[in-house]
């Protein structure tokens, strides 16, 4: 039962880091609303007891079978520390790490990660040259020290009180042992369901309110990995199955107006340049982590990208190289595009796929390329195809992208991990399977509001939908190339 409380504390502690790092994010009205926030916390100790019963369920089944037998030897308890130190040593450093995780992504600790352990060399050197991250790493080393301390103090404890133990070893002790021991491994399995009923415990039940950071705070990170890692595993799962194949195929093709072509795809078409091919060259910088949040054309207040917002108008530009690059003699055969491969967290978590992160710059300058702001919808399945025109390059096109100089978007259809959401003028709709709940936001007023869903939401959900489903389809067909199949 000590170990159990002391990892609790610890887990807990976890948890009031994360909410004193991601407290800026939250909105003012519920920054300064304690008892909303207090729940978070309480539902944090109920996920945090269901993975510390998983943790506690063998040792605490081994123990009581060693103690029917009066078994008490050193390899016993041997075992045991190592197995509570290895594991809870893991689900601390869960706690840890999904906090610096959760600042960026705003989402939880989840399966996503082990795509990064490909690039090992690369993610440990992100991960040890960032100081931001030395806190978390200090935590973590702190928690698992001071956790094997306590474990080996209470080992001694139990050691001495089972040496001056004397009770009789007769059947009726015997029995109130055993049902003792039933009792406990029984509370134990009960508290990893996590509740009463037919289903255990889901992530869906953290939520509570319309904050995505409160509805995640109190998920455990290292139940919530677990969780996706299973989900991942499911048969079920490995194919999306948002809606009816054939819906989505009618669907895709009317919102993109395309017919097909037999053999390829069910989206593809031939696109005839109108112009003779241009010959020119194309530079493209792609830029980590540059959120449009970043940039005073979008509202950010401090001057953090003075090249970039000085040029907004006219073109994109760093300036030595820029600088550089007009020297050559190949400057004005030159298309130079500016487009970063993602945002990043910028001010507060506005809904459960923040715009900072998801809003990115999108640049072109070239010479004769007249100087035009645009604000219709676009994705990075648009670059190739908007390029392409530009060329005056014929082509098949077997792809959801859209030549943005000569077509318009209806809305624009986006993912992060298993979350899926899409976005219009005045409107946000997100998906997230996890939890199978729906959000829908006014974004009317520059900022998301949660609002009810309603005929407008429905048609974004659809179109997000038939873009998905098609794109699954198109993949388990083998149809994501632009030649016929063989």
């Known amino acids: 039962m000590a170990v159990h409380v002391t990892a609790l504390v610890i887990l807990t502690l976890f948890r009031v880091l994360l909410w004193a790092s991601v407290r800026p994010q939250l909105p003012d009205n519920i920054r300064d609303d304690f008892g909303l926030q207090l729940t978070a916390f309480i539902r944090g100790i109920w996920f945090d007891n269901v993975i510390a019963c998983y943790v506690l369920i063998l040792p605490l089944t081994v123990l009581c079978i060693s103690a029917l037998f009066r078994y008490y030897g050193k390899p016993l308890f041997r075992f045991i520390i190592y197995y509570l130190g290895v594991l809870y040593g893991i689900v601390f450093l869960a706690a840890a790490a999904n906090i610096p995780y959760f600042l960026y992504f705003t989402k939880l600790l989840n399966s996503s990660i082990f795509n990064w352990f490909e690039y090992g060399t690369t993610t440990a050197s992100m991960v040890t040259g960032e100081s931001s991250y030395y806190i978390y790493i200090g935590c973590f080393l702190i928690a698992v020290v001071l956790f094997g301390y306590l474990i080996h103090l209470y080992h001694h404890r139990l050691q001495r009180a089972l040496e001056s133990d004397r009770t009789p070893e007769g059947w009726k002790e015997r029995s109130i042992q055993l049902v003792i021991s039933a009792c406990l491994i029984g509370l134990c399995l009960f508290g990893i369901r996590g509740r009463m ?33 299973v989900d991942d595993m499911r048969k079920e799962n490995r194919t999306l199955h948002l809606m009816d194949e054939d819906k989505a195929l009618a669907n895709a093709r009317r919102y993109l107006g395309r017919e097909g072509i037999r053999g390829i795809s069910p989206i593809a078409r031939e696109v005839k340049a109108d112009t003779v091919p241009a010959g020119k060259n194309v530079v493209l910088i792609l830029m980590e982590s540059m959120s449009a949040s970043l940039m005073k054309q979008f509202g950010q207040d401090v001057e953090l990208t003075p090249y970039l917002d000085s040029l907004y108008h006219q073109s994109m530009s760093f300036r030595n190289f820029m600088e550089s ?10 298309i130079f595009v500016l487009l970063a491969d993602h945002g990043k967290m910028v001010g507060k978590a506005d809904c459960e796929l923040p715009q900072s992160y998801n809003h990115i710059p999108f640049i072109i300058h070239g010479k004769d390329i007249a100087p035009q702001e645009r604000t219709d919808f676009a994705g990075q399945v648009d670059v190739a195809p908007t390029l392409l025109g530009m060329l005056g390059i014929s082509y098949t096109q077997n792809n959801f992208g859209i030549n943005l100089m000569k077509e318009r978007r209806p809305a624009m259809f986006y993912t992060a991990d298993n979350t899926v959401a899409a976005r219009d003028s005045l409107h946000l709709y997100v998906y997230d399977p996890v939890v199978q709940k729906e959000f829908c936001y006014d974004t009317s007023s520059g900022q998301p509001v949660p609002t009810a869903m309603n005929d407008t939401f429905r048609e974004l959900k659809n179109y997000c939908f038939s873009m998905l489903q098609t794109t699954e389809c198109m993949v388990l067909h083998n149809q994501t190339t632009d030649k016929p199949k063989k």
Not at 207 to 219: H, T
Not at 325 to 334: G, L, Q
């Open 197 to 229: 009923g037919y289903n255990p415990i889901k992530v869906s039940a953290a939520y509570y309110c319309l904050n995505p950071i409160l509805n995640q705070m109190g998920v455990n990170p290292a139940f919530n990995l677990m969780a996706s890692v």
């Open 325 to 334: 690059a007009r020297k050559e003699p190949w400057f004005d055969n030159t």
